[in-house]
């Protein structure tokens, strides 16, 4: 079946430690995006990534890295200089040339220790 | 500037009554508004879509409907069950990506 894998599922970071967190899809979509929701919140945008080997800035993309090497694969990287990390990230993917609903991952639940 | 409000922010139900769900856009929104359902823990999952060439949309138990007069659409869920509980989410599509509404917990009581 074809669909979109985060891993891990749960994730502990020390302070002052980059953590990386993977987004892998076998869905052959272009598009591809990295979203952070904090309890009771909405989804906000840290990064995406239209094409390989390019990606753009969101809303909140500040302490936030990615890469984009291979179609399939969109990992982030969360860095020591976010300085609020603890929170559910979601990946999502989309076909880009048509305007279409996202499939997100099941999610990373990233905490701070 | 680009937003999605999202009203109202939680709503609970008793099972088999109907659930709405509103939605307002911005300007500059582009002609497709997705809705999604986050299950705890999972990721949000697609449920239904409008396009703005047509006014309604129906798909069993769920349907939405578009004004684009009134810049606003709305997620309808006719007779509710235990398991339509959840957290909905509504977008609007803005150049290259979509901006979500803040979602409404929706509790669905037997």
């Known amino acids: 079946d074809g669909g979109i894998t985060q891993s891990p599922k749960y994730l502990f970071r020390k302070e002052g430690q980059n953590v990386t967190l993977s987004c892998e899809q076998n869905l052959n979509h272009d598009a591809m995006y990295w979203y952070r929701q904090d309890p009771g919140q909405g989804l906000r945008l840290i990064y995406y990534s239209q094409i390989v080997n390019d990606f753009q800035k969101g809303d909140i993309a500040e302490g936030y890295s990615v890469s984009r090497e291979k179609k399939e694969s969109f990992p982030l990287t969360v860095t020591s200089a976010q300085k609020n990390p603890t929170a559910f990230y979601l990946c999502?993917?989309?076909?880009?040339?048509?305007?279409?609903?996202?499939?997100f991952g099941s999610g990373t639940r990233l905490t701070v220790v | 500037g680009e937003n999605v409000e999202q009203h109202p922010s939680t709503l609970s139900v008793q099972e088999g009554d109907s659930a709405v769900i509103k939605c307002t856009y911005s300007?500059?929104?582009?002609?497709?508004f997705p809705w999604y359902k986050q299950e705890l823990g999972k990721g949000p999952q697609l449920i239904i879509d409008?396009?703005?060439?047509?006014g309604e949309k129906k798909d069993q138990r769920i349907a939405v409907t578009l004004n684009k007069t009134a810049k606003h659409f709305s997620l309808h869920i006719t007779e509710t069950q235990p398991e339509d509980s959840a957290v909905y989410f509504c977008a609007g599509h803005y150049g290259q990506n979509f901006v979500f509404g803040p979602g409404t917990r929706l509790s669905v009581l037997p």
């Open positions: 409008i396009r703005s060439n047509v």
């Open positions: 999502a993917s989309s076909p880009g040339q048509v305007v279409y609903g996202y499939t």
């Open positions: 300007d500059s929104a582009s002609n497709y």
